[in-house]
């Protein structure tokens, strides 16, 4: 139980283009979603939490109109990069977690953006 | 502000041997700790997670302890396999909206 699923797993796109990215919570109902930004061989920096039904909260750092996070109902979670520059290619990764347990997150298995 | 650190940062080990990784961090304050790992282009598996009240725990060959006081967390594996290897990152949930914290990872290389 408590897989949380991500599309796509890889995507390329052009310069200023609009890359939307979903999170899923496929067997539970996930209260809160996290969405995680790493380069490469670093650590995990949190961008964002977001509640269902909420707007979401932004880590100090990150552009809230330049990542559109929109969290319309339990099980899914949407991170939009609008815009996309070079510098935004990076493995993103989401995690949710259920009512019954705030304290465990579950994590997607993460989608590379490439921006050309 | 919440800061987590792991050493060391990279790892090589012939096989068998058993090791040790090691993460730190700055405020005691936290609802708990996992370690996670994670192979190359891909997600994160949690591993363990230890409750700020637990002072380890064990899953086969790993083993988990937290000392809260100290802000110290260490990862024993036993009788290492190359299958082992990959980057094992610690993360500690604290704060308001119970937000994991992640270190910079330990990439293991076990050598057959």
């Known amino acids: 139980g408590a897989v949380v699923s991500q599309h796509p797993s890889r995507v390329i796109c052009k310069s200023g283009t609009s890359v939307k990215i979903e999170c899923r919570s496929l067997d539970f109902q996930a209260t809160t979603m996290f969405w995680y930004r790493q380069f490469p061989k670093k650590s995990l920096m949190l961008m964002a939490t977001?509640?269902?039904?909420?707007?979401?909260?932004?880590e100090q750092g990150v552009e809230k109109d330049k990542f559109l996070i929109n969290h319309a109902s339990l099980t899914l979670s949407t991170l939009t990069v609008t815009s996309a520059h070079p510098e935004d290619s990076s493995f993103y990764i989401c995690s949710a977690s259920g009512v019954w347990s705030t304290d465990t997150q579950y994590f997607g298995p993460g989608t590379r953006l490439t921006v050309l | 502000k919440q800061e987590v650190t792991q050493i060391p940062a990279a790892l090589s080990v012939p096989e068998g041997e058993n090791l040790v990784l090691n993460c730190s961090f700055t405020?005691?304050?936290?609802?708990?700790l996992q370690w996670f790992r994670q192979d190359p282009g891909k997600g994160l598996t949690s591993l363990l997670l230890i409750q700020s009240s637990q002072r380890e725990q064990t899953s086969g060959r790993l083993n988990a302890s937290l000392d809260k006081s100290s802000g110290r967390s260490t990862l024993y594996i036993a009788a290492s396999q190359p299958g082992d290897s990959a980057t094992y990152l610690c993360?500690?949930?604290?704060?308001?909206?119970?937000?994991?914290?992640f270190g910079s990872g330990t990439q293991l290389t076990v050598l057959p």
């Open positions: 405020d005691s304050a936290i609802y708990n």
């Open positions: 993360a500690v949930s604290s704060g308001s909206a119970r937000q994991l914290t």
């Open positions: 977001s509640n269902e039904g909420s707007k979401a909260t932004y």
